[in-house]
């Protein structure tokens, strides 16, 4: 395992730790320039970012490299490197490391971003093809939606919006199609920004002055591709602006794909004209992989990696590590590399001793149905006192079953108690909420979304 391969897999851990924000802000731009014994020293981009490193996630990089590793880290050092230095200390040509998803935002004060992109610079991690995304149950419809869009873009499904769960394929399964594209026709100009991005250079375009600069180099590319468009909540200006730049792609029949937590009408502070145009096209929801899928992508993994595990560990892994696709890959990672740092057989009791930590999940038992409704009452976007409250809305009651069906499952309180929590209701109101969840978790494709979504949230 090469020293990106090694930090890619870190990152993954870390990614799981902390916020989409934060872990753009700080460790996207991160690398391992040096391995020595134990000593490990982590390249940055300034100081600025090694002193945050140092003071607040200091801990958890050691821990996440341990885990990958399984062996102990005497030493985590941050230096001031330039990407330059980080090509020099070493990535392999076989290196897994994605090249450009974590591309700095352009300075639209210096040049409009359009001239980069017609340049090629379209952020596309190059691993992220169709070749590479694996097919199941949980992401055909999706897979078969961007299949078309990469046909014929612009002319069918416009925009397509992709909903899902962390780790599902979202980034992959848009940056695919960009690729499609621009292998059928280089000269078109491609650009895939997380919605964090667009904001930033939002910002700076109006600090500077340079408005127009930042419209002309947005509405003027043929495919845009817009990460994670929840983060767009409440910001009202770059909501407004990003509702006329996608009004001049769709009506110039340029390509517009979006990429969500949760389908369009779920995600609060969101303006209701956005949300319309969102639904224009096609709306395709990615699930949780069964188990025939998690098992192809473990095997696509190992050939990719030119590493052989026998049928046995590949069933276990597919069968305890259910949550998501990067999850699955991070264990399999971890797995690689104790074996290859001890120089031993890979065998599903040595397999079972590495993913514990994965598989027990000794979360539950600090969590409080305090925390869940808090949580139910965040995803929703509305007051913990209106959730307690006695209103039958139905825009409160379902929060206000899902609220007790996860305050049962997750913490195993009784009824009673669970009753007690949501506003001093009888015993028999949370048990009739607790069936009526489970009964539409079995008919609902959106109910068993918006769960898995709370569920992140509460062990994220």
Known sequence: MTNDELWQATLGELELLVSKANFSTWLKETFISEIDAGRVVVGVPNL???GWLETKYHQNICKALENITGQVISEVIYRVESSRGRAAAGATKNSAAPKQTAAPAANVGDAPRVDAVSKGDSNLNPSYTFDTFIVGKGNE?????????????????????IYGGVGLGKTHLMQAVGHKILEKDPKKKVLYVTSEQFTNEFIQAIQKGNGEAFKRSYRTIDVLLVDDIQFLTGKEGTQEEFFHTFNALHQTKKQVIITSDRPPKSIPAIEHRLISRFEWGMVADIAQPDLETRRAILEAKCAEKSYKLSIDVLNYIATHVQSNVRELEGALNRIMANAQLKNEVVNVETVKQL???????????????????????????????????????????????????????????????IGMELGGRDHTTAMHACLKIAQELENSEK??????????????
Do not use: H, W
């Not at 419809?141 to 925009?159: C, E």
């Not at 929703?380 to 049962?408: A, C, H, N």
């Open 447 to 460: 109910i068993r979304q918006d769960v898995a979504l709370i569920r992140q949230r509460l062990y994220n």
């Open 48 to 50: 600025f970012t090694k």
């Open 141 to 161: 419809l999706a897979r078969a939606a961007a299949m078309a869009v990469a046909d014929r873009p612009g002319q069918v499904y416009n925009p397509l919006f």
């Open 355 to 417: 993913l514990a930590s994965l598989t027990n999940q000794p979360r539950r038992g600090g969590l409080t149905p305090k925390q869940v409704v808090q949580t139910v009452a965040g995803f929703f976007d509305i007051r913990m006192e209106d959730l307690l409250g006695t209103s039958r809305k139905k825009e409160l009651v379902v929060p206000r079953q899902i609220s007790m069906y996860l305050i049962r499952e997750e913490i195993k309180a009784s009824f009673p108690a």
